[in-house]
């Protein structure tokens, strides 16, 4: 999940909190309850648990989605958010800790028939189920919901593991060029009635379950959309619907009341409204959170250092905060289409230049995360966090590999290059800033680029762009888009995934051999077997040197303890799950 910044998203070690049991109303976070203590819910425990509906819940972020429409959200954040108002067929599990890793039924009433050597997937749609305006939901919704995802020329920005799987060579364009006259017509996807849909894989696939889980396996009415603009007001299937969006400053959410919490196992719909504000001052958010007056930083990345601070030496707020693992990684990636880093050495000249505890405090300091080692985050099959090929555990910048590198890639004196970051992630910008000095040490001279964050598809995610502005390197989080190796590393390495608009694999490595290890993976009978596969391709990439990871993740986040169902989940990138969470009255 590049932006996920997951995401999924959206899988995650757990990333906890501890909360109070909540009593009192409205934001105020005045209580008589108990603390349950720091890190307390990063167990396998509900905590405040409650059937009790009303109120309103109130999300904030210092980033803004990147779209609210399914087919094209890639923040681990928005499909959190997207489970308040839209669903799939199948769906990851609202329960806490590793349970909530599993892909569960959601629209459909089983997990699927698997026939044809595992080649076929035929699924039945529950009764009842209804879009936002009383309309059945239908498995043609369904399908149709998926074929929009070939449209980028209309839809960038999602993810295209759907494409690469069910194109199978006929080139499908997408609805808006489909000369069927139901614009239904992807071959590989077949519904013989309303409640019917099997999909016909070429091979056999074990992650296609986590793919129909993820937002653009969500069902559409084709007379509701509108293309590029159905990201502003995306019709809903969930228990909530999309009453007003504001790019860059917010959404609510309030109830859709023709969804039937008898047809959905996943979410309880308790609260009457959510809320979503966009800020451009996070610690002014970070305040708020700890007085109580919003309940919920949705963006998971934890607070500012001067809350932290607060957090950290306070009890009364320590217990209500957690710090574990978030399964992301942060990383700097160098785009090889870029001079002079199409060259290894030159590469490898950064890495060794880099002072990685330097970047771990820019970062926020060890509750940030563990210093970085490879491109594999712990917590998925096949990853060692004790693969250390550039020896940056120890946190000193290697001057001497560093110049050495320098010498073999031709620039002996260094070279200048430009580093492209988000402007409202103050992390990734004091990342890019300790780079930037530690570059000097060797003679690279590295400017920084910021950019608007909310428009990453189009600025490090166009190939041409990175090209044309030279950005030589990328500052980058990312989390699984599903829970195996191929779920984090795919979008990241694999050249059939290179895309000209809402690219992340912004290296552009496209070598078959690593290509050829996803396919291997893919067709073991379980993640587990396939480990050995994604451990190989970890393995290639640092050994050439496309990315110089900073830390594997960590978040120290804080949560209103007014708040009832509260739990994290690997699921939702090691957030909350905002499909059972309530609001104390």
């Avoid at 890495?351 to 563990?370: C, F, M, N």
Wanted: aromatic share 8%.
């Amino acid at each position: 999940m590049n932006r996920k910044g997951r995401a999924l998203g959206a899988l995650a070690t757990v990333a906890g909190l501890a909360l109070t049991a909540a009593c009192g109303g409205g934001g105020s976070n005045s209580h008589s309850s108990k603390s349950l203590g720091y890190n307390a819910a990063t167990t396998d425990k509900v905590l405040n648990a409650s059937a009790t509906k009303g109120g309103t819940l109130n999300l904030w972020s210092s980033q803004d989605v990147d779209f609210l429409d399914p087919a094209r959200a890639y923040y681990g954040f928005v499909w959190d958010m997207q489970r308040l108002y839209i669903r799939q067929l199948l769906a990851y599990d609202s329960k806490p800790g590793a349970d909530g890793n599993k892909v569960v039924p959601d629209l459909a009433t089983a997990m699927p028939t698997v026939t044809n050597g595992g080649k076929t997937y035929t699924f039945t749609l529950r009764d009842g189920v209804k879009f936002d305006d009383g309309t059945a939901i239908t498995s043609k919704d369904v399908k149709y919901g998926i074929e929009r995802v070939f449209a980028q020329d209309v839809l960038p920005g999602g993810p295209v593991y759907l494409i690469n799987l069910l194109d199978q060579g006929q080139h499908y364009p997408g609805p808006y060029k489909d000369t069927d006259p139901n614009k239904l017509g992807l071959k590989s996807v077949v519904t013989p009635d309303d409640k019917t849909i099997t999909f016909n894989l070429a091979k056999p696939n074990s992650d296609f379950p986590y793919l129909l889980a993820m937002a653009d396996s969500s069902p559409v009415p084709a007379k509701r959309d509108d293309g590029a603009k159905y990201t502003n007001h995306p019709v809903a299937s969930g228990p909530y619907k999309v009453q007003s969006f504001t790019p860059g400053k917010g959404a609510v959410f309030v109830r859709n009341t023709y969804w039937d919490p008898k047809t959905d196992p996943i979410r309880t719909g308790l609260p009457d409204k959510v809320t979503f504000n966009v800020t451009s001052n996070p610690d002014d958010m970070d305040s708020r959170l700890l007085s109580g007056d919003i309940d919920y930083d949705i963006s998971g990345t934890g607070v500012q250092q001067a809350a932290k601070i607060k957090i950290l030496s306070n009890p009364k707020y320590k217990a209500n905060a957690d710090d574990p693992y978030t399964g992301y990684i942060r990383y700097f990636a160098f785009p090889t289409t870029v001079k002079p880093f199409d060259n290894i050495d030159c590469r490898k000249a950064v890495i060794y230049a880099a002072d990685p505890k330097s970047l771990q405090t820019a970062r926020g300091g060890p509750t940030s995360g563990d210093i970085g080692t490879n491109m594999l985050p712990p917590g998925i099959a096949g990853s060692d966090k004790s693969f250390d090929p550039y020896n940056l555990a120890p946190g000193k910048p290697q001057i001497d590999k560093a110049k050495a590198a320098l010498a073999a890639c031709g620039q002996p004196n260094g070279f200048s290059t430009t580093i492209a970051v988000r402007n409202n992630k103050a992390a990734e910008v004091a990342t890019a800033q300790s780079l930037q000095a530690a570059l000097a040490k060797v003679g690279i001279k590295a400017s920084i680029d910021q950019y608007d964050g909310s428009q990453s598809s189009s600025v490090i995610g166009s190939p041409a762009n990175v090209k044309k502005k030279g950005y030589g390197i990328i500052v980058m989080g990312w989390g699984p888009d599903f829970n195996t190796g191929s779920g984090f590393l795919q979008a990241l390495v694999d050249g059939r995934y290179i895309l000209p608009s809402g690219n992340n694999n912004y290296s552009m490595i496209n070598d078959p051999a690593i290509n050829g290890l996803f396919d291997q993976g893919a067709a073991a009978s379980t993640p587990e077997e396939a480990a050995g596969d994604y451990k190989q391709i970890n393995q290639s990439i640092m050994d050439k040197a496309l990315y110089l990871p900073i830390n594997f993740d960590r978040a120290l986040v804080y949560i209103n303890p007014r708040l009832t169902n509260v739990f994290l989940s690997d699921g939702q990138g090691g957030r909350l799950d905002l499909a059972r969470v309530g609001v104390a009255k």
